[in-house]
């Protein structure tokens, strides 16, 4: 199978960007979405962004649409989420996640994707 490795995580200040990067490893990915989710604590694992493989269609959660943008690399098999303007709100662990199989489940939920990388964290300060 495909491995991720995320990076790009740190602290920054409200208002300032990031950008995250998911590596993949071991075969050329063949799936059907590359996602990306994010944990805080206390707080269930949410969507925030995917891209479907085939053709590169881009679809956001609302709480980031307008500030992150997810792109991918082909040539270098990684993805990336781009985030502007972070909040402190933004801040949690952020995991990137791939949909190798079809299993009934939609791109919102964590459960549609069966790889995913270690995580990496984000803080925003206020």
């Known amino acids: 199978q495909v491995q991720l490795v995320e990076s790009g995580g740190g602290l920054v200040q409200a208002g300032g960007s990031l950008r995250l990067s998911c590596a993949a490893s071991?075969?050329?990915?063949?799936?059907?979405?590359m996602g990306w989710f994010r944990q805080a604590p206390g707080v269930e694992r949410e969507f925030v962004a995917r891209?479907?493989?085939?053709?590169?269609?881009?679809y956001y959660a609302d709480a980031v649409k307008g500030r992150f943008t997810i792109s991918r690399d082909n040539a270098k098999g990684t993805v990336y989420l781009q985030m502007n303007s972070l909040k402190p709100e933004d801040t949690a662990v952020y995991y990137c996640?791939?949909?190798?199989?079809?299993?009934?489940?939609?791109?919102?939920?964590?459960?549609?994707?069966?790889?995913w990388g270690q995580g990496t964290q984000v803080t925003v300060s206020s």
């Open positions: 891209l479907s493989w085939s053709n590169g269609n881009t």
């Open positions: 996640a791939a949909a190798t199989a079809l299993n009934g489940y939609t791109i919102y939920n964590s459960r549609a994707y069966n790889i």
């Open positions: 071991g075969r050329t990915f063949s799936g059907y979405a």
